[in-house]
């Protein structure tokens, strides 16, 4: 079957940085997303990795090894309004998104 | 100018009635979704289409049934309905079915009484 686990939930501190895991399995790859979702809204798409390495986008870089089946998402400088679900989805050889279930991310002063 | 814009936002109704949600967006994309978002939140892809034309179609009770009356527009209408049916549903499009990211409308809530 197919798989993506993140953990449910994880607590860090405004200013520090925090990483948040993904491993997945599926019936084939084509690319990894993130998304942001805020309590009571939509999703917004943050990043994609195809290949193995970092990409950077501002504050925020994920990491993918597709040999592993792992990919980090790294948040710094972290912001009272970084408290969000980050959604895990892999696009399968049927180029479906598979989701994730979130990792809730709670930010404290 | 909301890119991709569903309604109602809340919907209320009893069990056994039958119901629709439409979506609509001016992105130009030519890719529409719906996606189910139950209470553990986990994002489960019900139907795409592309130009118009069914591409996905999960194991979802065929009480769902999706109409496109052009690449703009994806509407969900849903007869009979569960307690089970009780979520949120999200209307998303993209460019295209590969490497493209996916924008979502902002959800609507159905609550069966």
């Known amino acids: 079957g197919q798989n993506i686990d993140q953990p449910t939930e994880m607590t860090a501190t405004e200013g520090a940085i925090v990483q948040i895991n993904c491993t997945y399995q599926t019936s084939g790859f084509n690319g990894l997303f993130w998304y942001q979702q805020h309590a009571g809204e939509a999703p917004t798409f943050l990043s994609y990795n195809v290949l193995d390495g970092l990409e950077e986008k501002g504050r925020f870089s994920s990491f993918l090894s597709r040999s592993k089946g792992y990919s980090y998402l790294l948040l710094k400088e972290l912001q009272m309004k970084d408290s969000a679900s980050y959604l895990c989805?892999?696009?399968?050889?049927?180029?479906?998104?598979?989701w994730g279930a979130g990792t809730k991310l709670i930010i404290k002063p | 100018d909301t890119a991709v814009s569903q309604t109602p936002k809340y919907l209320v109704t009893q069990m056994g009635n039958d119901k629709s949600i439409k979506c609509e967006q001016n992105?130009?994309?030519?890719?529409m979704y719906w996606y189910k978002q139950d209470s553990k939140k986990f994002l489960k892809i019900m139907f795409s289409y592309n130009n118009k034309e069914l591409i996905i179609n999960e194991t979802v009770p065929n009480r769902f049934s999706p109409k496109s009356p052009d690449k703009a527009h994806l509407n969900l209408h849903i007869n009979s309905l569960e307690l089970g049916d009780s979520a949120v549903y999200f209307c998303?499009?993209?460019?295209?079915?590969?490497?493209?990211?996916?924008?979502f409308g902002d959800g609507t809530r159905l609550s069966i009484l």
């Open positions: 992105l130009g994309h030519d890719t």
């Open positions: 998303a499009s993209s460019q295209g079915v590969d490497l493209q990211p996916q924008h």
């Open positions: 989805a892999v696009m399968d050889s049927n180029y479906q998104l598979i």
